[in-house]
């Protein structure tokens, strides 16, 4: 059962343009969300997180917005960069112990 | 600062062949620790945690297991391997409940292929 879904298994977008990725889940007691971003043979880099007391996160480039009614989050990557080209992992957990993660986007910024 | 290590990074195994994949982590005590599975072209698949030594807990039924000898050591095992074993392992880490926030942070993996 697939508890995090990343619908759009890819996006390309222009250098400097925004990048935005979407996830939708459906465990209402998820209340912690992350994203990470994965380069091919690599491990996941943790990139921001959000908790669901917050709506909106930013960290320089990136910003996380949540919408708990509609049980979605958004990652906005502004301005894109080509090394921001990689896949990239939505994230929640319930509890203290697991994370259950989507099945990715991969991400192609154009020059 | 915290380091996590896995290896090796790259292993071919025959079907039928025993498997031992190690993690360790530097630089924290009491971890969470995590074995993950990425197949091609899909999203991680936790397989095992462990909140302490000799305490693992099991995701997914299948023909893997998992130990955790010392505090800071995480180790991945198959007597058999299957074909369906194939695919890319990963070792992460959090800090334990209470010591920070929910991030696990992942080692650089091992791509395993069962020919």
């Known amino acids: 059962d697939q508890q995090v879904k990343q619908n759009s298994p890819s996006l390309s977008v222009q250098e400097g343009r925004i990048s935005i990725l979407n996830c939708d889940y459906t465990?209402?007691?998820?209340?912690?969300f992350l994203w990470y971003k994965k380069y091919p043979a690599e491990g996941p880099t943790f990139l921001i997180s959000?908790?669901?007391?917050?709506d909106k996160n930013e960290d320089g480039r990136f910003t996380v917005f949540l919408n708990k009614s509609a049980k979605h989050l958004s990652l906005h990557i502004v301005p894109s960069q080509p090394g921001d080209s990689a896949v990239y992992f939505c994230?929640?957990?319930?509890?203290?112990?697991?994370?259950?993660f989507g099945a990715g986007t991969t991400v192609t910024v154009r020059a | 600062s915290q380091t996590i290590h896995q290896w090796p990074a790259t292993l071919v195994q025959p079907v039928g062949s025993p498997l031992s994949l190690e993690c360790t982590v530097e630089?924290?005590?009491?971890?969470?620790l995590y074995w993950y599975r990425q197949a091609a072209g899909r999203g991680l698949q936790l397989l095992f945690y462990?909140?302490?030594?000799?305490?693992i807990s099991s995701e997914v039924p299948q023909n893997l297991s998992a130990s955790r000898p010392q505090d800071r050591q995480f180790i991945l095992s198959s007597k058999k391997l299957l074909l369906s074993d194939s695919g890319f392992y990963l070792c992460?880490?959090?800090?334990?409940?209470?010591?920070?926030?929910?991030?696990?942070?992942f080692g650089p993996g091992t791509r395993l292929t069962v020919t």
């Open positions: 959000i908790s669901s007391i917050k």
């Open positions: 630089g924290t005590s009491n971890p969470n």
């Open positions: 462990s909140v302490g030594i000799g305490q």
């Open positions: 465990n209402s007691m998820f209340d912690y």
């Open positions: 992460a880490w959090r800090a334990r409940p209470g010591q920070g926030a929910y991030e696990q942070y």
């Open positions: 994230a929640a957990s319930s509890n203290d112990y697991k994370l259950s």
